[in-house]
């Protein structure tokens, strides 16, 4: 089985447990914490095409459609979707969904005004690859938000990453497994990240951890590992 199809399995079978984190989320004092923090790294337009790479059960999808975006979230765990799609129903918000690979994305050149991702670029097995479809997508001018952290020398069963609700231990066994064999894991983050952006031609800044400023409710805090958030302004 290939890595890609690996990481498309896990995260199938961990659809459930992460649809019902993140509806917990989007109840929460999170939500808001969340768009507070976006909404000042982002101009003042009112409405933006936003791309929500790695949707997940949805969190940004939900989030940035209800303040009046024009939003496409895209994920390659089919049963993830499911979880967007019923969030998206739930919070009474709309975005198109589509089944899509991060570093292979079907859309038209400067297609968006703002993409955006979190907790997905540690997963990936070409991170500097899906950052050049990212830019490839992203209109001059636009903004890229990446939310992330440098899992790559934890284990975990110390830090807990995985535990976002019910985990078992073969589960996370499978998402060290799946960690170990992927090249970003022997990159440190997120300086690394930011070399790379800037070498695309993106105007970066990066916050170390802003999990204090978006972790409001503490019964939601699983990870012990910061935060980091890069904001990164395509100028070229």
Same mark, same amino acid.
């Given at each position: 089985?290939?890595?890609?199809?690996?990481?498309?399995?896990?995260?199938?079978?961990?659809?459930?447990? %992460?649809?019902?984190?993140?509806?917990?989320?989007?109840?929460?004092?999170?939500?808001?914490?969340?768009?507070?923090?976006?909404?000042?790294? #982002?101009?003042?337009?009112?409405?933006?095409?936003? /791309?929500?790479?790695?949707?997940?059960?949805?969190?940004?999808?939900?989030?940035?459609?209800?303040?009046?975006?024009?939003?496409?979230?895209?994920?390659?765990?089919?049963?993830?979707?499911?979880?967007?799609?019923?969030? /998206?129903?739930? %919070?009474?918000?709309?975005?198109?969904?589509?089944?899509?690979?991060?570093?292979?994305?079907?859309?038209?050149?400067?297609?968006?005004?703002?993409?955006?991702?979190?907790? /997905?670029?540690?997963?990936?097995?070409?991170?500097?690859?899906?950052?050049?479809?990212?830019?490839?997508?992203?209109?001059?001018?636009?903004?890229?938000?990446?939310?992330?952290?440098?899992?790559?020398?934890?284990?975990?069963? @110390?830090?807990?990453?995985?535990?976002?609700?019910?985990?078992?231990?073969?589960?996370?066994?499978?998402?060290?497994?799946?960690?170990?064999?992927?090249? #970003?894991?022997?990159?440190?983050?997120?300086?690394?990240?930011?070399?790379?952006?800037?070498?695309?031609?993106?105007?970066?800044?990066? @916050?170390?951890?802003?999990?204090?400023?978006?972790?409001?409710?503490?019964?939601?805090? %699983?990870?012990?590992?910061?935060?980091?958030?890069?904001?990164?302004?395509?100028?070229?």
């Amino acid at each position: 089985m290939s890595i890609e199809d690996r990481i498309k399995n896990y995260w199938d079978k961990r659809s459930e447990d %992460f649809g019902r984190v993140r509806r917990r989320e989007l109840e929460s004092a999170d939500a808001d914490a969340w768009l507070s923090y976006i909404e000042k790294k #982002i101009s003042a337009r009112s409405f933006y095409k936003v /791309l929500d790479v790695g949707t997940g059960a949805g969190f940004f999808a939900v989030l940035m459609s209800r303040r009046g975006h024009d939003v496409t979230g895209i994920d390659l765990s089919r049963e993830m979707l499911k979880e967007a799609e019923q969030n /998206l129903t739930l %919070f009474d918000s709309r975005a198109r969904l589509l089944e899509m690979s991060a570093d292979d994305l079907k859309f038209d050149d400067e297609s968006f005004d703002a993409v955006i991702s979190r907790n /997905l670029t540690w997963t990936l097995p070409d991170v500097e690859g899906a950052y050049r479809e990212w830019r490839r997508v992203l209109k001059i001018g636009g903004v890229l938000m990446n939310f992330d952290s440098d899992y790559g020398d934890k284990n975990f069963f @110390d830090v807990t990453t995985c535990a976002r609700g019910d985990v078992t231990e073969n589960q996370l066994d499978e998402c060290n497994l799946i960690k170990e064999a992927l090249e #970003i894991s022997r990159r440190r983050r997120p300086s690394w990240d930011a070399e790379v952006l800037r070498a695309l031609g993106f105007d970066v800044t990066v @916050d170390e951890d802003i999990a204090p400023l978006v972790h409001r409710d503490k019964s939601l805090d %699983f990870d012990r590992v910061p935060l980091f958030a890069i904001t990164a302004v395509r100028s070229i």
